[in-house]
């Protein structure tokens, strides 16, 4: 009878290979996956930069999934100024700018535009194809995971986490290297096993022959095999202490076994305890990503070309008050170099009546009134340069910064007629009003009053503005012998029109303005008068609602700045105007 061993030769090959199986994951995961084809692009593209230099020529590199910049293709070998992993980027191509893409990760973002739609396109392709190409591995594709896609899958279940992985990794080769061992116990206990199995065998074939001949022939096994069983009766001893052993060689064997079956229970456990949390971390992150996706949409990131103003606006007074700064020297340089090209304007047919007459009269007496007050203690000096003071009393309505600003100041060379002439005629507006973007003339009632829509150019980050407003522009009665000159005044307040509604588009803006003039002429005897004789008092009081919520500081520090500087401006602009005419006092403006 012979022993039969195949069993635990069975078990024993099976707990080998599944241990080789689980040891050779890692090589196994990265000869089932292919090497992907790399995915590059190279070229120029405009990306913002900040509030100052806003967009600007960059050179641009796609390569093994990440999108580097450089300033020039030229400074490509003294490194790049900044790069972005595409494996968990967002490539949002923008809804509205048929030429921009926006690539997105957490709190970076990489704003780009292109030169056509076209190009865009190819951006947005080749992007979305480096992306899919280095996504980061997934451990599992749903809750429901076989023991055996467990084993396989190994450390990859992880959600790139760098501890959770490390520590994982750890004790996934601990427990293989206890596994292992165990093996090695099964394969010395297996070895001895065969060794004492023969050994029994061996006994009991000696025994079943002598059994045989027996039967056959009682007398012949009584003298032939005498010998032989003198001899196993020697060694009856060894043959009850081989049995022994042996019982205890399968003992271990058993033991061992079981020590096996725990560890692979107990791995069993850790694995599914594993996928849990990993499962569980999963669904957080894809929240926590949806979440932070809705809100970024919602709240663009400060520094974006996409901020507008507001009371909830990312940006800080200081950071908002740049930008304005920023912006309005950019126009001004714009405007310095535009060559200066009058286009041809549409005439507009005069209108008999104005329905604006009585708000007219009424708004303009007002407007006098300021002007004509002596400055007192509500009134703060904001500027003071040699006869140019300008003045401002803070007020603020509805959270609003609305504050009236006055100004004093006199201009040689030209008259008060001149110079209100150049104010009103809307064919020299473009061209001392650096920040109009366009105008149209709506309603034209008489040579002295017309109704504007003018569009101003968007200072970034405000909202663009626009007005409609009624111009008039009239001779002032002397109110006294000692009133300096001839006085005329160009009175500016805001109206609704139907030919101008309010789309949306623009923030409508409020504005009330004046600019009355005097001219003063000394008595002169023996020659004619000339400009060098010829000095205009000058009065502007201003008074404007900007429509929305701009910070207060930012407006007040940018009208500090801008009011004298507009009023010199508008001055030699009008004085270049007229100083190749003959001089015009007004005299039939008067009459």
């Known amino acids: 009878m012979a022993v039969e061993l195949s069993p635990l030769r069975s078990i024993y090959r099976s707990l080998t290979e599944d241990v080789s199986e ?111 190409l280095f996504q980061p591995d997934q451990g599992y594709q749903s809750d429901a995971v076989s023991m055996s896609s467990m084993v396989r899958a190994g450390s990859h279940i992880s959600l790139s986490s760098m501890t959770s992985t490390s520590s994982s990794t750890t004790s996934t080769k601990a427990h293989y290297c206890r596994l292992k061992e165990k093996i090695l116990e099964l394969e010395t206990f297996r070895d001895i096993a065969v060794r004492q199995a023969d050994t029994l065998q061996a006994y009991f074939d000696i025994c079943s022959d002598l059994t045989s001949s027996a039967l056959r022939d009682e007398v012949a096994c009584e003298s032939n095999h005498m010998d032989t069983i003198r001899e196993l009766s020697s060694r009856s001893s060894d043959f009850q202490s081989e049995s022994m052993t042996f019982r205890a060689t399968m003992s271990g064997i058993v033991a061992t076994l079981h020590q096996c079956l725990e560890l692979s229970t107990r791995r069993e456990d850790r694995l599914s305890r594993q996928l849990d949390r990993e499962i569980e971390r999963r669904k957080k992150a894809e929240k926590a990503v949806a979440e932070a996706t809705t809100n970024a949409r919602k709240n663009l990131l400060a520094g974006g070309p996409d901020l ?45 009546d104005c329905p604006h007459l009585e708000e007219l009269e009424d708004r303009l007496s007002e407007c006098l009134k300021i002007c004509y007050d002596d400055v007192g203690n509500a009134w703060a000096v904001i500027h003071e340069d040699g006869d140019l003071k300008v003045y401002r009393r803070e007020f603020e309505e509805g959270g609003v910064v609305i504050d009236p600003t006055k100004a004093y100041y006199t201009v040689k060379g030209i008259t008060a007629y001149e110079l209100c002439q150049v104010f009103f005629d809307d064919k020299y507006r473009l061209d001392w009003e650096c920040t109009l973007d366009s105008f149209d003339v709506i309603s034209r009632y008489s040579e002295d009053t017309v109704i504007l829509h003018q569009i101003h150019k968007r200072v970034w980050p405000s909202s663009q503005r626009d007005v409609v407003f009624v111009s008039h522009f009239r001779a002032l009665p002397q109110r006294s012998p000692e009133e300096k000159g001839q006085g005329f005044v160009v009175c500016n307040f805001s109206v609704d029109h139907p030919d101008a ?91």
């Not at 926006?102 to 709190?107: A, G, K, P």
């Not at 950071?319 to 304007?345: H, M, Q, S, T, Y």
């Not at 929305?548 to 030699?572: D, I, M, N, T």
């Open 501 to 591: 509604p309010n789309t949306g588009r623009c923030v409508r803006a409020r504005c009330m303005i004046a600019l009355v003039a005097h001219t003063e002429v000394p008595q002169i005897e023996g020659r004619e008068i000339t400009r060098d004789d010829i000095t205009c008092h000058v009065t502007y009081h201003a008074n404007i609602n900007p429509g929305g919520w701009v910070p207060p500081s930012a407006v007040r520090a940018v009208s500090k700045r801008e009011y004298p500087k507009f009023l010199r401006k508008f001055a030699q602009f009008a004085i270049g105007t007229v100083e190749q005419n003959s001089i015009a006092f007004g005299a039939e403006k008067q009459t």
């Open 22 to 132: 689980s040891g050779s994951d890692e090589e196994l995961s990265r000869s089932s996956t292919s090497e992907p084809r790399p995915v590059e692009k190279k070229g120029v593209l405009s990306k913002w930069t900040n509030f100052f230099h806003g967009w600007q020529d960059r050179y641009i590199v796609l390569s093994n999934g990440t999108l580097s910049y450089y300033k020039s293709e030229f400074d490509t070998a003294f490194g790049c100024k900044g790069s972005i992993s595409l494996s968990s980027a967002s490539i949002l191509p923008h809804e509205f700018d048929d030429l921009r893409v926006d690539i997105r990760v957490n709190d970076c973002v990489y704003y780009l535009r292109t030169t056509t739609t076209e190009e865009r396109q190819e951006w947005v392709d080749t992007l979305l194809q480096a992306k899919s």
């Open 308 to 352: 507008v103003e507001g009371p909830f606006s990312k940006l800080d007074e200081e950071v908002f008050l740049d930008a304005i700064e920023g912006e309005v020297e950019r126009l001004e340089k714009e405007e310095e170099e535009k060559e200066k090209a009058e286009a041809p304007k549409e005439e507009v047919s005069v209108e008999p």
